[in-house]
């Protein structure tokens, strides 16, 4: 069993839709909890960094995360055609990073 | 904030021939950058982690010799690909992070190496 799952999707959204990406984790040891956004050919671009239990909100992004069951989201709203990416969940426990395997999402326009 | 520059971002050479890739922090100061390397359609595979003016440690697997990483400043590592051959083709990434060993890595747009 992998520490960190992540459906790799695809997934397909009409644009405006709210997109919703989840990871769930097997180590209560994780601490520091990370969304990545990556477009093709391209390095992953840190978009939510967040440590506590509940909602940190930036803009159209949502992270939520849940300790008790070693569950994290993120949340999309407004989806645009431009958020069209591959989207990477990431853990930090006895400071070595963990990620996902990626979920690729195509906002249709 | 927070950017990290990789280059160069696609290099094409002929086997048995060695690539340096450079990676920087321009707006931070990395204690600890990291090299990984991405397979289509994967996720990030990670190689080594470096710490400003000692040696890399490298993940099981990964050839010290091969794979030579060099972090002379806080600002600047580089990993050269020795002797290269074809299945050393993929896509490398660097990231970088600051200080404190809680806090997220930056990562750079990557390098496409191919090896003819």
């Known amino acids: 069993q992998k520490e960190v799952e992540q459906d790799p999707g695809p997934l397909s959204v009409p644009e405006g839709a709210i997109v919703s990406l989840n990871c769930t984790y097997s180590n209560s040891a994780f601490q520091y909890f990370m969304w990545y956004r990556q477009y093709s050919r391209k390095g992953p671009e840190l978009l939510m960094y967040?440590?506590?239990?509940g909602n940190k909100e930036d803009g159209r992004f949502t992270a939520q995360v849940d300790k008790s069951s070693k569950y994290i989201s993120l949340f999309i709203r407004d989806s645009q055609p431009s958020d069209s990416a591959t989207y990477l969940c990431a853990m930090i426990s006895d400071y070595k990073l963990s990620f996902g395997a990626g979920t690729t999402v195509t906002v249709r326009a | 904030g927070a950017v990290v520059s990789q280059h160069p971002s696609w290099v094409i050479c002929k086997s048995g021939t060695s690539v340096k890739i450079e990676c920087r922090s321009l707006?931070?100061?990395?204690?600890?950058m990291f090299w990984y390397r991405q397979f289509p359609k994967q996720s990030l595979m990670l190689m080594a982690t470096s710490n400003e003016g000692s040696k890399a440690t490298y993940e099981q697997g990964v050839e010290k010799d091969k794979f030579l990483i060099n972090h002379a400043s806080l600002t600047l590592s580089t990993l050269t690909v020795t002797s290269a051959h074809p299945e050393d083709s993929s896509f490398y990434i660097c990231?970088?992070?600051?200080?404190?060993?809680?806090?997220?890595?930056?990562f750079g747009d990557g390098t496409r190496l191919s090896i003819l």
């Open positions: 990231s970088a992070r600051m200080a404190a060993r809680n806090q997220p890595q930056h």
């Open positions: 707006d931070f100061q990395a204690t600890t």
């Open positions: 967040t440590y506590s239990s």
